[in-house]
């Protein structure tokens, strides 16, 4: 069990800190990995981590900048360790379209499938830009890549999945 250090060793609530952002933490594992479990690991991994390195937060910004930085390199980590096949072959899966909100469920869990098919970096730029709302700016902050490379990543990755969805009759996408 895990010793929680008082509010006024670090200036910052551990415990709070679990209870605000866990949510966050799991979504963004969740949504890349896939994999209740796994995800569930990550996040208990990146809370282990930030309860090491709490006296670093010097905000309620930089502990969320932190957690989704720290998030998004343990999901890599942990698909990387895996080395997670996709479970459906590509060519019978539908593609995904690049709207903001999809209310078919089917549609929905293709595009999931799709998603989860893109190598690891464009991967996870999608995530956090679609399931997690971040804007390129703040998802090459996170990642601690180019603003360029986060737009390529985005734009191929669309073209990629529309062009799959139009291949199989899907379209106005």
């Given at each position: 069990m895990?010793?929680?250090?008082?509010?006024?060793?670090?200036?910052?609530?551990?415990?709070?800190?679990?209870?605000?952002?866990q949510s966050m933490v799991f979504s963004l594992s969740y949504h890349f990995l896939h994999d209740r479990e796994l995800a569930e690991e990550v996040s208990q991994e990146v809370f282990l981590?930030?309860?090491?390195?709490?006296?670093?937060?010097?905000?309620?910004?930089?502990?969320?900048?932190?957690?989704?930085?720290?998030?998004?390199?343990?999901?890599?980590?942990?698909a990387r360790r895996r080395k997670r096949r996709p479970q459906v072959a590509l060519d019978e899966v539908a593609e995904p379209a690049a709207r903001a909100v999809v209310h078919d469920p089917m549609l929905r869990e293709v595009l999931r499938r799709l998603v989860a098919t893109l190598p690891e970096a464009p991967r996870m730029v999608m995530v956090m830009r679609y399931q997690e709302d971040l804007d390129p700016a703040e998802i090459a902050e996170v990642l601690e890549m180019p603003i360029g490379t986060v737009?390529?990543?985005?734009?191929?990755?669309?073209?990629?999945?529309?062009?799959?969805?139009?291949?199989?009759?899907?379209?106005?996408?």
């Amino acid at each position: 069990m895990i010793e929680l250090e008082s509010a006024e060793q670090t200036g910052f609530d551990f415990a709070g800190l679990v209870r605000e952002h866990q949510s966050m933490v799991f979504s963004l594992s969740y949504h890349f990995l896939h994999d209740r479990e796994l995800a569930e690991e990550v996040s208990q991994e990146v809370f282990l981590t930030l309860h090491r390195h709490l006296a670093d937060i010097k905000s309620g910004a930089h502990a969320v900048f932190w957690l989704r930085k720290v998030a998004a390199q343990r999901a890599i980590d942990a698909a990387r360790r895996r080395k997670r096949r996709p479970q459906v072959a590509l060519d019978e899966v539908a593609e995904p379209a690049a709207r903001a909100v999809v209310h078919d469920p089917m549609l929905r869990e293709v595009l999931r499938r799709l998603v989860a098919t893109l190598p690891e970096a464009p991967r996870m730029v999608m995530v956090m830009r679609y399931q997690e709302d971040l804007d390129p700016a703040e998802i090459a902050e996170v990642l601690e890549m180019p603003i360029g490379t986060v737009k390529s990543h985005l734009q191929r990755s669309l073209a990629l999945l529309r062009e799959k969805l139009e291949r199989r009759g899907v379209g106005g996408y």
